[in-house]
């Protein structure tokens, strides 16, 4: 398993206990940080603790790393739960994800000239099409269908929110 180097953690600790779950806890957020990071173009690091199985933030300034680490926690809760459906996981992500979008997309289309204005919606506008444009899906917690059913709906998602872009223009 190769891990990202943005991760650190105690290994002899991971060695020691449940090396199984931790090593699949690592392997899950190592694929999707590096996922983040290259969309991003962020360097953000984490410090795992496997005695409380959490990541946090190595520091607190790293630009969107509070957002990864809500994100990425919300994926292990429900991919750890001991009654783990992906389809269910699927349709709540994607809902999630849908209703950031519609707040986007009637802040646009309702008052554009207040959206032009704001720092803070054209700000999160950037992150959400920066990090599910271009084939997004969570990567070590889907299956091959889960995963392509994932990123086409996820970009539908995206493309109703470029279709008001012009707007901005």
């Not at 002899?12 to 779950?21: C, R, T």
Request: avoid cysteine; aromatic fraction near 16%; charge should be negative.
């Amino acid at each position: 398993m190769s891990l990202s180097k943005n991760i650190i953690y105690d290994s002899d600790g991971v060695k020691k206990s449940n090396f199984d779950f931790h090593t699949k806890q690592l392997e899950i957020v190592s694929l999707n940080l590096g996922d983040f990071n290259s969309r991003l173009g962020s360097n953000i690091k984490l410090n795992y603790n496997h005695i409380w199985n959490v990541f946090l933030l190595e520091s607190s300034n790293q630009q969107y790393g509070d957002v990864f680490v809500r994100h990425i926690s919300h994926y292990l809760a429900f991919y750890n739960d001991d009654e783990w459906l992906e389809s269910f996981f699927v349709q709540k992500d994607l809902f999630s994800i849908q209703s950031v979008m519609f707040n986007l997309f009637y802040h646009i289309k309702d008052d554009v000239e207040y959206f032009k204005q704001n720092d803070e919606l054209n700000s999160e506008l950037n992150l959400f099409l920066k990090r599910f444009d271009n084939s997004y899906f969570p990567l070590g917690i889907l299956s091959k269908e889960g995963s392509l059913y994932y990123s086409q709906e996820v970009q539908k998602i995206v493309d109703k929110l470029k279709s008001v872009l012009y707007l901005l223009d």
